[in-house]
């Protein structure tokens, strides 16, 4: 099986595991995405696993719906088409003609990224395996400035260079890994 692939369904396990542990409670509560909060940040995790399923099978923009709660399901359903090997060939039209490699690792950033936010609003820990982060790393160090010039990434915060690769990731990203409810 493809790396990235076993990387993107690690993180999207993890990140299920995170969404189906928070209680009605936590749903407020603000996260460092700072345009959602917990309940806006689930939504928009939802969304985002639609959309790599219909990208990685050649279809379009998927409508952003209200939360629905159904994470997991999304998740798994978006990991099926990546298990395809002919999904990892060509562009994607819907993504302005994006490979597919790059594509595979955009998702893999948002589960990461989206995770850590959303453990970080609701005080718990996110691990992620160190060849992830690397992985992440050198992905978002390549993409990082067409990611601010289309709003996807914020702007960088300074982390210091022997700091943990994950708060370099998030540094990156436009995440402060120091970042408290």
Not at 11 to 18: E, V
Not at 75 to 104: C, F, I
Request: aromatic share 8%; with cysteine.
């Amino acid at each position: 099986m493809n790396e990235l692939l076993i990387m993107m369904r690690e993180a999207a396990g993890r990140t299920a595991d995170l969404v189906e542990s928070l209680s009605g409670d936590e749903l407020a509560l603000p996260t460092p995405c700072s345009d959602y909060d917990v309940k806006g940040l689930i939504n928009h995790l939802e969304w985002v696993a639609a959309l790599f399923e219909s990208a990685g099978a050649d279809g379009g923009f998927p409508p952003q719906k209200e939360y629905t709660g159904d994470f997991r399901a999304r998740a798994e359903r978006m990991l099926a088409v990546w298990e395809r090997p002919g999904t990892w060939e060509g562009v994607s039209q819907a993504m302005g003609g994006l490979p597919k490699p790059v594509l595979a690792n955009m998702a893999l950033t948002d589960l990461v990224a989206h995770g850590w936010d959303l453990a970080r609003a609701a005080g718990r820990d996110f691990e992620v395996p160190e060849a992830t982060v690397e992985v992440l790393l050198e992905f978002s160090a390549r993409q990082a400035p067409i990611g601010r010039e289309r709003g996807v990434f914020g702007a960088e915060v300074p982390v210091p260079g022997d700091a943990p690769a994950l708060d370099r990731f998030l540094g990156l990203i436009g995440r402060d890994p120091a970042w408290k409810a």
